[in-house]
C-alpha cells in the first residue's frame, strides 16, 4: 500500500523541524519507500502460501512490540499512547484492517506494480472525500486533478475490456480505505497523538485478524519464519522512517518521491515473478502520478496562504 504512509497515515500532519534539511528529509523518504515496497513484496511472496488474514495477523503482531518501544524511547513512554476518543481508534483499527487485507488480497492475483500503481489513487481519493467527510474547500483546479487522476485509474483498470481484472476493483477498495486512513489522521490530528494512531489501528488491526485464526490458520514453515519477522520489522520501520521525513522537510518536498515505490515495484515484480507491466499500466501510473503530484502542490499552495 503507497501507505502508512501506508504505515502511518498520520506523518502528513505534522509540521517539519525547523532545522531540518530538504536532502535528509528526501533520502529519509526515499529509505521508507523502499522498505513499505520490499514489505509488499513479502506480502505478496508469502500470500501465495498463507491466509491474507494470517498476514494481517502476523504483521501486526510482530509490529507492535516494535511501535512500543518507539513510543517508549521516542516519545515520552506510554503515556503518548493515551487517548480520550477510543471510538475513533476502533474504527481506524476496522479500517486499517480492511485496507491491509484488501491490498494482500490484491497483490494475490495481480501484479506488483499494477496494485501499487491503483494504490496511488488513494490522495485522489482523499482529496474528493475531502468536502463531505472534512468540510474543506476544494477548488476547480484540485477537482480537474481527482477527475484526470481517475482517468488514469480507468486506464490501469481496463473496465469494459477482455484485459479487465475483478481484482483490480479489490485494489481499488484497498485505496479507498487507506484515503480514510489519511482522512481520519488528518481530522483528529489535534487530538490524538502521531504514535498513538498508528499503534491502536496496529494493535486493533491484529485483534480482528486474530479472531479469524482459528479458522484460517496455517502453520508457518521454519524457512518462512524469517520472512514473517521482516514483515513485521519493516511495518514498523517503515513507520518511522516515514514520519521522520515529515518532520526533516515540508510535505511539498517529499511527498513526490513517495512515487519511488513503483521503482521498486517494477523491480521486485520483474526479479521476482517475471512481471513485466504492460503499455496501460505505464500510462495509468503516470496519469495518477501526475494527478497526485498536483494536488500535493495545490494543497502546499492553499496551506501557504493560510
Not at 515496497?37 to 495477523?57: N, R
Not at 519511488?260 to 513485466?276: D, F, M, N, P, S
Amino acid at each position: 500500500m503507497s501507505a502508512p504512509h501506508r504505515a502511518s497515515g498520520s506523518a502528513r500532519t505534522r509540521t517539519p523541524d525547523a532545522g531540518g534539511g530538504n536532502l535528509a528529509g528526501i533520502a529519509t523518504m526515499v529509505a521508507g519507500v523502499f522498505c513499505l515496497a520490499t514489505m509488499d513484496a513479502l506480502a505478496k511472496f508469502l500470500g501465495a502460501s498463507y491466509p491474507v488474514l494470517q498476514l494481517v495477523f502476523l504483521r501486526s503482531a510482530i509490529a507492535l512490540p516494535l511501535l512500543l518501544a518507539i513510543a517508549w524511547f521516542s516519545h515520552g513512554g506510554l503515556a503518548s499512547l493515551r487517548t480520550r476518543r477510543p471510538w475513533v481508534h476502533a474504527a481506524r483499527a476496522v479500517i486499517t484492517a480492511l485496507a491491509i487485507f484488501s491490498f494482500y488480497t490484491a497483490l494475490t492475483f495481480l501484479p506488483l506494480a499494477e496494485v501499487t500503481a491503483i494504490a496511488f489513487a488513494a490522495p485522489l481519493i482523499m482529496t474528493a472525500l475531502a468536502r463531505p467527510l472534512l468540510g474543506e474547500q476544494v477548488g476547480w483546479r484540485r477537482w480537474s486533478a481527482v477527475l484526470v487522476g481517475f482517468l488514469g485509474v480507468l486506464i490501469v483498470v481496463k473496465p469494459g475490456t477482455a484485459a479487465f481484472q475483478p481484482a483490480a476493483l479489490i485494489a481499488l477498495a484497498a485505496a479507498l480505505f487507506y484515503a480514510l486512513m489519511l482522512m481520519t489522521a488528518r481530522k483528529f490530528a489535534a487530538s490524538e497523538s502521531a504514535i498513538s494512531l498508528v499503534v491502536w489501528s496496529t494493535a486493533g488491526a491484529g485483534v480482528i485478524a486474530a479472531a479469524t485464526m482459528p479458522f484460517a490458520w496455517t502453520p508457518v514453515a521454519a524457512a518462512d519464519g524469517g520472512w514473517f519477522l521482516a514483515l513485521g520489522g519493516l511495518g514498523a520501520v517503515t513507520m518511522l522512517l516515514l514520519t521522520r521525513a515529515f518532520h526533516l522537510a515540508p510535505a511539498a518536498v517529499i511527498a513526490p518521491f513517495d512515487y519511488t515505490a513503483l521503482i521498486w515495484a517494477l523491480g521486485y515484480g520483474w526479479l521476482i515473478w517475471a512481471e513485466v507491466p504492460g503499455p496501460t499500466t505505464w500510462a495509468g501510473a503516470a496519469v495518477i502520478a501526475g494527478a497526485g503530484l498536483y494536488v500535493t502542490h495545490r494543497e502546499s499552495r492553499r496551506k501557504a496562504r493560510g
